[in-house]
C-alpha cells in the first residue's frame, strides 16, 4: 500500500503521518504524535489519542474502560510503520513491508483486535521486490470482513502474491462457513459442502474465487478464533484442520 500524498505539498499542516485525508482520526492529532490507539469492543473502531512514553494499544468499552492493553513498541513506531485508511465500508492498517523471518507486528495486533467482538481479518502478500506485507482490516461487523475484495484487487493489480488469509470469528465458532460440522466418525466433518450447492458459500467458497485471482493461486486460508486462541486452516476444497 502506497503511504506517499500526493497532495501534501497543497497541505503542509498535514504530518508525515501516514493517515489518508478523509480519515476522521486526523482531526485528533495533526502533528503525528499518536501514542495511544484505541479498539472498541462491540465496533471495532479505532482512536489515537497523544500521550507521553510508549506506544500503547487499548481495548476499551463504550465508557472508556480499558479492558486490555500491550505495548506496540517505543514512541511513535506506531505512526511510522503502519497507513491506516478509512475506505468504504470499513478500515485498513497496512503495516510496513518486513523481510520474511523478521517479527510480524501485524499478527499481534490482529489478534488483539479480534478480542473486540467484531470480525477482522489479517491478509499477508509479498510484494514484486520480495518483502512481505500485511493489512489487518475490519468493516466493523460481527460475521463479514467486507474490505477484503477490494484490498484484494488492490494487491493483485500492483502485482503483489497472496501468502495468507486469517480472519477471525467473534462468536467463537472454528469452522469455516461453507464446510459440514465437526462430528467424529463422520466421513464429511469439516469437509467444504458440494460446490454449487445452496449451502456452498462464505469462506469456502470465497478461498476458491481468491485463489483464482492473478497471484493468489497458493493463498492459505484460516479462521482464527478468539475465544479459544485456536486457529483453523481451510481451502475450500479439502477438509478443514482444527488447530489441537
Excluded: C
Excluded at 480499558?66 to 505495548?71: I, L, P
Amino acid at each position: 500500500m502506497s503511504t506517499t500524498d500526493p497532495l501534501a505539498d497543497q497541505r503542509d499542516w498535514l504530518s508525515p503521518y501516514n493517515y489518508v485525508q478523509n480519515n476522521p482520526l486526523l482531526r485528533v492529532d495533526p502533528d503525528g504524535r499518536l501514542d495511544v490507539i484505541d479498539i472498541e469492543k462491540g465496533t471495532g473502531k479505532m482512536s489515537v489519542t497523544e500521550a507521553k512514553g510508549d506506544d500503547v494499544v487499548r481495548l476499551i468499552d463504550v465508557t472508556g474502560k480499558v479492558h486490555d492493553s500491550y505495548t506496540y513498541g517505543t514512541n511513535g513506531s506506531f505512526k511510522s510503520e503502519t497507513t491506516v485508511e478509512e475506505v468504504d465500508h470499513g478500515t485498513n492498517v497496512t503495516f510496513a513491508q518486513r523481510d520474511a523471518g523478521s517479527p510480524d507486528k501485524a499478527e499481534k495486533f490482529y489478534k488483539f483486535a479480534a478480542q473486540s467482538g467484531v470480525e477482522y481479518a489479517k491478509l499477508d502478500v509479498k510484494s514484486p521486490s520480495g518483502r512481505i506485507e500485511s493489512t489487518v482490516t475490519t468493516s466493523h461487523g460481527q460475521r463479514i470482513v467486507k474490505t477484503i475484495t477490494q484490498l484484494v484487487a488492490d494487491y493483485t493489480k500492483k502485482g503483489f502474491e497472496g501468502i495468507k488469509l486469517s480472519h477471525s470469528h467473534p462468536s467463537g465458532n472454528s469452522i469455516p462457513s461453507g464446510h459440514y460440522g465437526e462430528e467424529t466418525g463422520n466421513p464429511y466433518s469439516l469437509m467444504p459442502v458440494p460446490k454449487n450447492s445452496v449451502h456452498d458459500r462464505g469462506d469456502s467458497k470465497s478461498a476458491r474465487e481468491m485463489r483464482r485471482r492473478p497471484g493468489f493461486g497458493n493463498t492459505k486460508f484460516e479462521v482464527y478464533n478468539p475465544r479459544s486462541g485456536k486457529v483453523t486452516s481451510y481451502d475450500g476444497v479439502h477438509r478443514a484442520i482444527i488447530e489441537k
